[in-house]
């Protein structure tokens, strides 16, 4: 469920098990079962997304960051940031969505189109638009259209995905998630949550 103007009506034509807001969005019109968020802060709002999403759901949220409830440590083109809603796609294919059907993607006017174009090939699962600009990348969802039954796909397959953590050695005094690491310290952590200290040469990545 994404956050374009068309998702209240979107779901008014929708069967679904399982709900993923993206942001608050979804979440501010029906109970849901998961929040993809991407975003630290809000953007426009300049609030933590944490509060922000609390004040209208009590699901798990999925996103790159340490608060989150399930911490994605790797995706497609990262250290690049994806809207959430891309990620979210990206997601209900990893949980399992047969099919992910995707409502409310006006893709800010659709000129954030071509984030979802970079992120489809990475959904090996059948993908439905109910409106919006994204029809045509993905088939139209109708409601009446019946799936072959569903296969699991390999869990070992889905591994390369989600494994995205390193061991770095501080080389210089730096602080991350909080805390003030000194010069020689070494921990494990997601790779895009020290990108830039590893691109200014504050951390280095130890190679096992």
Not at 57 to 75: C, E, K, R, V, Y
Request: charged residues 20%; proline residues 8%.
């Amino acid at each position: 469920m994404g956050g374009g103007p068309t998702l209240a009506p979107d779901l008014e034509r929708v069967k679904a098990d399982i709900w993923i807001s993206v942001n608050e969005h979804g979440a501010k019109l029906r109970p849901v079962d998961y929040v993809v968020a991407m975003d630290n802060q809000h953007t426009k709002l300049g609030v933590m997304m944490l509060g922000h999403i609390r004040a209208h759901t009590t699901a798990p949220i999925i996103g790159p960051w340490h608060w989150n409830d399930w911490q994605l440590t790797n995706w497609p083109g990262m250290p690049s940031m994806p809207l959430s809603g891309v990620i979210a796609s990206w997601v209900a294919y990893l949980l399992g969505g047969h099919p992910v059907i995707m409502a409310g993607f006006d893709c800010y006017g659709g000129r954030k189109v071509g984030q979802h174009k970079i992120i489809e090939p990475h959904i090996k699962a059948e993908v439905r638009v109910v409106s919006g600009p994204l029809v045509g990348l993905f088939k139209q969802y109708d409601p009446a259209e019946v799936f072959p039954e569903f296969v699991a796909p390999d869990v070992m397959k889905l591994i390369p995905e989600l494994d995205g953590e390193i061991r770095v050695r501080v080389r210089k005094a730096v602080a991350v998630r909080g805390h003030q690491w000194p010069v020689g310290s070494e921990l494990v952590i997601p790779r895009h949550e020290v990108h830039l200290q590893l691109k200014h040469r504050s951390l280095v990545e130890v190679c096992e």
